[in-house]
């Protein structure tokens, strides 16, 4: 069976950005630690009516131009977001029927910062079982929608933005090579968002708590992120074979940029080689990725053949990543 390949990446972010000097007038808050603690200096927010679908069909649209795909050329859609449209449907029904994608089926998929990662695993099994040809993943998250503006430990660091990728079969020799996935629910409550959910439905009371907005202990995160974003490079290229040194990049979940130097630092890599785009968008969750990706593309800094790992890690908490040998045999 061939393995999954990225034949095309497509991104959207809202044009409304909002700097650290920005968010400084409402929030005590400075530039100076925004830019020192986390690398960020601004990030995109959403203009009244734009959702995670309209942002992650923007992105959609764009991509079956980059490919010169029709719509019904599309066999599925993956939507890894943790700020769905509504709780239900999902997101990949409302993404479907604004591109009208109509031969595909799709579902959305909740694992935080590393739904993305997930979701391009679970996206790679479908076209290397067989099953399909053409598999769009989406990553997008208006994470305005869920954070306390008021919160400074929250409000600064994250942003609204839509990824999107193609997943096709590859040439031998090229494509999703293999991955390295856990989860450890024992950390659920170091990041989370309380109600609104079966456990506490969404009251006048929950609202009144502040409990329908994301709550983080980002000390603890912190370190959960840094051990194990290189615990999980090393294991998957290990595991076929590779070194770190072998990586020509490494597109890892962007959430901090003390957390990517430190992961650089344990790997023993050149800082060029860890993609970030922190100080443009900060943290767009399930978007992260193929925003950074989409950078190194534009950069001219990925070509083919070169082996690559994305990694990333989130609330659940979850973890992992993948490796991939980058292009296809004619791309
Ligand atoms: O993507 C999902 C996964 N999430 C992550 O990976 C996030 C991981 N965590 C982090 O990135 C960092 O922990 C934060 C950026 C969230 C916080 O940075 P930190 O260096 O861990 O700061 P801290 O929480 O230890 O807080 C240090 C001080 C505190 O003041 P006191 O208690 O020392 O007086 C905070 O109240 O910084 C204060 N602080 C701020 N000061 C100015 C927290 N946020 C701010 C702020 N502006 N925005």
Redesign the pocket.
């Known amino acids: 069976m061939p393995a999954a390949t990225i034949t095309a990446v497509a991104t959207y972010l809202p044009d409304q950005v909002v700097s650290n000097t920005d968010l400084q007038r409402t ?4 530039d100076a ?2 830019t020192s ?2 690398g960020i200096r601004e990030r995109r927010r959403g203009a009244p009516g734009e959702t995670t679908s309209t942002m992650g069909a923007h992105a959609v649209s764009r991509l079956l131009e980059k490919r010169g795909l029709a719509p019904a050329d599309v066999d599925a859609i993956i939507v890894a977001t943790i700020t769905p449209d509504m709780v239900f449907p999902a997101t990949a029904c409302l993404i479907q029927d604004q591109v009208g994608l109509s031969n595909a089926w799709g579902f959305d998929l909740s694992a ?2 590393s739904g993305f990662l997930y979701a391009l695993t679970t996206g790679a099994q479908m076209i290397s079982s067989g099953a399909h040809n053409r598999v769009v993943v989406v990553g997008a998250d208006l994470m305005s929608a869920i954070i306390d503006q008021d919160d ?6 994250f942003g609204d933005g839509a990824g999107a990728i193609l997943l096709e079969p590859a040439d031998p020799g090229y494509g999703v090579i293999g991955f390295q996935h856990r989860v450890d629910g024992s950390g659920r409550e170091d ?1 989370y968002m309380r109600a609104g959910g079966s456990l506490r439905p969404a009251s006048a009371e929950t609202v009144a708590a502040g409990e329908h907005y994301l709550r ?1 202990n ?2 603890a ?2 370190k959960f ?1 840094v051990r194990r974003m290189a615990e999980c490079v090393e294991l998957v290229v290990q595991q076929h074979g590779y070194t770190p040194a072998d990586l020509a990049m490494i597109i890892p ?1 962007q ?2 940029q ?2 990517l130097d430190a992961a650089t630092e344990r790997l023993g890599i050149a800082p060029d080689r860890m993609a970030s785009v922190l100080d443009r968008y900060g ?1 767009t ?1 399930d978007a992260t990725l193929p925003l950074a990706l989409a950078d190194v593309l534009e950069r001219g800094a990925l070509h083919r053949g070169d082996l690559i790992v994305f990694v990333a ?3 659940g908490l979850t973890s992992g990543a993948l490796l991939m040998r980058w292009g296809s045999g004619n791309r």
């Open positions: 929030l005590d808050t400075t630690w925004i603690r986390t935080a910062c400074r430990t929250t409000a600064v660091l990041l983080q980002g000390r995160v912190f992120a979940h959430a901090n003390r957390i943290n969750t890690v989130g609330a």
